[in-house]
């Protein structure tokens, strides 16, 4: 019987199409040994695993220093960088066996240091930061303050075909004060953000009758809309269309099943709460 492996979540930043299609391929094919790992897409909400970055992409380099404690948030950069950040570095062109071999490193200082955390008692928390840094440390701290928003008030609202998920995220947020609801009807989600304070809408994109894209544009067209973030939930199976969800607002995706650290850290970042 073979063990299953938990996947680590890795997101690639700054490289070109084919490289990024290159290095994505390598990483699925990793060794039966050693971990496994998936690609966020670029929409996900999810925090990353692992971060592997393209060394001549500044503002991919700039997100970096966001990821905080290295240990915790480990990333890799993938050729020569104009800046030295301190990071494990491995030259082009990148071969599996270099790859996986830093890599499984970096998950491994990660797993004990996060063995380190829960021994000690402290909280895990996660990056909050909602968008990229600009640069390296180069703007303006005025523009970041100028960004920052006060926290939202409004309830989350999950679009599912049962209640089941709804009662999970109301479990673990419980201690927070946060409105959870739930609803498996388009109209009645319509007239829910229409004439209640909602400020997240999840909508599981495996409801039935749910067109999740029609369903973000009508949210947004009405004049409440603007202010409530739309997340869909998606699984690996789904054809999720990158550009027709930015087109009607979508403020980005989960991929399913979505881990409980994952969740809880999205919503932080979206209704701006405290870790």
């Known amino acids: 019987m073979h063990e299953k492996k938990y996947p680590f979540a890795v997101r690639l930043a700054g490289f070109s199409p084919l490289e990024h299609a290159s290095i994505a391929a390598c990483l699925a094919q990793a060794p039966p040994a050693g971990p496994a790992y998936f690609c966020l897409l670029d929409d996900s909400l ?91 440390d180069l703007t303006d701290p005025s523009e970041y303050i100028m960004r920052r928003k006060s926290p939202s008030c409004g309830a989350v609202l999950i679009i599912d075909k049962g209640a089941a998920f709804r009662d999970h995220v109301a479990r673990l947020v419980a201690t927070r004060g946060m409105g959870v609801e739930w609803t498996d009807s388009a109209p009645a989600a319509l007239r829910l953000c229409d004439e209640t304070p909602v400020s997240v809408v999840m909508v599981n994109t495996a409801a039935t009758g749910i067109d999740p894209y029609q369903l973000c544009s009508a949210i947004k067209r009405q004049d409440t809309g603007a202010r ?46 405290p870790a």
Do not use: W
């Not at 966001?66 to 491995?90: K, R, S, T």
């Not at 491994?108 to 996060?114: K, P, Y």
């Not at 054809?239 to 403020?251: E, L, Q």
């Open 46 to 136: 999810q925090e990353p695993d692992l971060t592997i970055a393209s060394g001549d992409d500044v503002q991919a380099l700039a997100a970096l220093p966001a990821n905080g404690m290295a240990e915790l948030h480990p990333a890799l950069v993938v050729g020569q960088c104009p800046a030295e950040l301190g990071l494990p570095q491995i030259a082009r062109p990148v071969t599996a066996e270099k790859l996986f071999m830093v890599m499984a490193a970096l998950v491994t200082r990660r797993a004990e240091a996060m063995a380190r955390i829960m021994a000690s008692g402290l909280p895990f928390i996660p990056e909050r930061r909602r968008s990229p840094r600009l640069d390296l």
């Open 228 to 273: 409530i973030a739309v997340v869909l939930m998606v699984s690996c199976s789904y054809p999720y269309d990158s550009a027709r969800a930015r087109a009607c607002g979508v403020r980005g995706l989960l991929d399913k099943p979505i881990p409980d650290r994952a969740l809880v850290g999205a919503l932080q970042r979206l209704l701006s709460l």
